[in-house]
């Protein structure tokens, strides 16, 4: 540590102990002080951003951790924004929050502290999934809205996602506003509490009702479901939001046979059967999928701590369970909304799904072959809803995602939605055996042949702490300064830079600008001749960056099915290999 920066992060932690801050706090800071430097500056080097979603950040004392102070500078700021922007008006806010340590007192304080702004505050009893979030701004008509979550991150962290009146996380120009108006909350003192509670109004299971209520309307095939109501469907909300309103929503839909995994329906932000709570990783995944096994059910499903992403585990022919990338169940779930969306005559032209830029690009064949439109945007479900809010009242929105298990059917919601994800995989798996006698497994590898074998992998580079942040940085310069000549032998012909939004012909030296992308982001993309595609970036929400492979082949028939994807996965093993990532 250098002087310099001991200076500051001492300075910093000195204030807190100065200050007006609980004893608890100051103990945890006068421990640090004598027994862990390292600890002491990771949590005071700088202040825990209030990025363009929010915060996320490790739980604990300190300037750059998640706390009620950073959480209630948080809230203060954009109670200040909210009263800027809506001048003369009366403000509502929605708040919920999901199973992690703290998340209830978290949302408590937000509460209190926009109850002391003179807000009407909804706040829900218990804990409740991000996509009801999204849906009770709507539905209650509040200005703003906070999820007290941190998603799938580790069980040590915790955040704060912010959401404007359409019911999406904020975009811009709001977000960077909220962010100036969060730097300028300095001290405590600045932050109102302990005022107004009578403005903080309960919500309970009479709201569910009506949520429940939006996601039936999304039901296709009610008839498959009346002759196969009986279908095995295990669940795991992984000790999360889900636990009670994913099965409520398969009994609405019909399905009588829903068997969940009891060790992981205990509420516990420790997450205690799992390392991670991420329904992306087959660890996870393996206490629902054993089950599923042992029951022989169709598939198995998870959603994350605050149910907005969905985890899916089909069975194969051969009686195992395959755990599906987030490709595969956006392409499984979108198919299935188009296929019966054209069998019930309801494309007419006016239609469009949506995915993000680091997606699949097989979602883009799909809906050519249907003849709907699809956009492409940056990660991140707030573009999604970015799109569907500038096509309100010109085009209708069926369905959109991203490859990171994050799927929306229907625009009541305009954030990811695993409630309504669950029952709508759940649905076409009853689908595809009443009308095809398939599994769902199944008709994807009918899927690949009718559209060609898309095949994505992914790798994360993690970097903790301030020297990685640096590193991820230094990556991101070096790739554009010198980006891969050739990636499986195959020359660059195109290099797409989200940060400039724009596209490099290598061949000709000519840049244009990106189509149909207006935000800027920190991603990179290399397309090759073969069409093989690489997308670099850094997450916005993680200490990590992120590389994503796209490649692609004919598939003949289903019995080539394991022949190719053997192929396909080699190729991206050897892309790896080559951008040295293994």
Request: glycine content about 8%.
């Amino acid at each position: 540590m250098t002087n310099e920066l001991e200076k500051l992060v001492m300075s910093k932690a000195q204030q807190w102990l100065d200050g007006d801050y609980d004893d608890a706090t100051k103990e945890q800071v006068r421990l640090m002080i004598d027994n862990n430097k390292n600890e002491l500056v990771e949590s005071f080097y700088k202040d825990l951003e209030f990025g363009t979603g929010g915060l996320r950040g490790i739980m604990g004392a300190g300037t750059n951790r998640m706390n009620i102070y950073t959480v209630g500078a948080a809230t203060q700021g954009l109670a200040n924004y909210l009263k800027r922007n809506f001048e003369g008006e009366a403000i509502r806010v929605a708040i919920s929050h999901d199973s992690r340590n703290n998340s209830r007192m978290f949302a408590e304080r937000v509460a209190d502290i926009f109850a002391s702004n003179g807000f009407t505050v909804y706040l829900f009893d218990a804990l409740r999934p991000t996509p009801e979030l999204s849906f009770a701004i709507r539905e209650l008509k509040c200005q703003s809205g906070v999820m007290v979550t941190a998603s799938h991150n580790p069980k040590e962290y915790n955040g704060y996602k912010a959401y404007w009146t359409d019911g999406s996380q904020v975009t811009s120009p709001h977000d960077v506003n909220i962010i100036a108006e969060v730097e300028k909350i300095t001290a405590n003192s600045q932050v109102l509490t302990g005022a107004n509670a009578e403005n903080i109004h309960i919500l309970g299971e009479e709201f569910d009702e009506k949520y429940l209520a939006a996601i039936q309307e999304l039901s296709l095939s009610p008839e498959a479901i009346a002759r196969h109501n009986d279908m095995k469907i295990v669940y795991t909300p992984l000790h999360g939001a889900g636990v009670r309103l994913v099965p409520a929503s398969l009994r609405r839909w019909g399905f009588t046979n829903i068997i969940s995994v009891p060790e992981q329906t205990v509420l516990d932000g420790n997450f205690p059967t799992v390392e991670s709570p991420n329904p992306e990783e087959r660890k996870t995944m393996a206490m629902a999928i054993e089950l599923a096994r042992k029951e022989g059910a169709d598939l198995a499903m998870a959603t994350d701590p605050d149910s907005d992403r969905i985890g899916l585990a089909l069975r194969n022919g051969k009686g195992e369970y395959v755990l599906l990338n987030g490709n595969q169940t956006l392409v499984l779930l979108m198919c299935y909304q188009l296929t019966r969306w054209a069998e019930l005559g309801k494309i007419d032209g006016n239609q469009y799904v949506v995915k993000t830029i680091v997606t699949s690009t097989m979602p883009d064949a799909v809906a050519e072959h249907f003849g709907v439109k699809c956009y492409n945007c940056l990660t991140g479900f707030k573009f999604i809803a970015k799109i569907i809010r500038e096509n309100e009242g010109k085009a209708k929105y069926i369905g959109g995602g991203e490859e990171s298990f994050g799927y929306l059917p229907g625009d009541f919601v305009r954030d990811k939605d695993g409630v309504a994800s669950c029952s709508l995989a759940a649905e076409a798996a009853a689908w595809a055996k009443d009308t095809m006698g398939l599994t769902l497994y199944e008709w994807l590898q009918e899927l690949y042949v009718k559209y060609g074998f898309f095949r994505e992998g992914l790798v994360n580079v993690v970097r903790k702490g301030k020297d990685g942040a640096e590193q991820i940085q230094k990556m991101m310069v070096d790739y554009r300064e010198n980006p891969p000549k050739e990636i499986l032998s195959s020359p660059v012909v195109k290099i797409y830079d989200y940060k400039t939004l724009e596209v490099l012909d290598v061949a000709t030296g000519e840049k244009s600008p990106i189509e149909g992308v207006t935000d800027k982001s920190n991603v990179l993309q290399w397309l090759t001749a073969d069409g093989t595609k690489v997308s670099v970036r850094p997450s916005g929400t993680e200490p990590k960056i992120k590389f994503y492979f796209g490649v692609k082949a004919a598939l003949p028939s289903v019995d080539e099915f394991e022949k190719v994807q053997a192929e396909l996965d080699e190729k991206i093993e050897q892309i790896k290999k080559e951008l040295n990532l293994v």
